[in-house]
């Protein structure tokens, strides 16, 4: 299984060449649900926490500054500590 990939606080130059801030947004509240994802999806967390479970795999935390990859075919649990909002970009 690929792994999910986190770079703590970026460099802001990093984040203008992969051209975050035109990605599109998604919030949500606190809340735990399943998931999987379809495509590879790279984020950017804007705000809040989460803890990423993958299926049968160790948790991960994830916050505000985090440059986040998930890859494609991962199946995981999301629990939202703190109520999030991401730029992201599929595949």
Known sequence: MNEILCEHKPAPVKLEVLGVYDWPIWKKEV???????SDKETCYILK????VTPDGGQP???KRGDLVTFP?????TWEILEAIEK????G
């Open 31 to 37: 809340s735990t649900f399943p998931w999987t994802y």
């Open 48 to 51: 809040g926490r989460v803890i």
């Open 60 to 62: 991960q935390e994830f």
């Open 72 to 76: 494609a075919g991962l199946s995981c």
């Open 87 to 90: 730029h992201y970009e599929l």
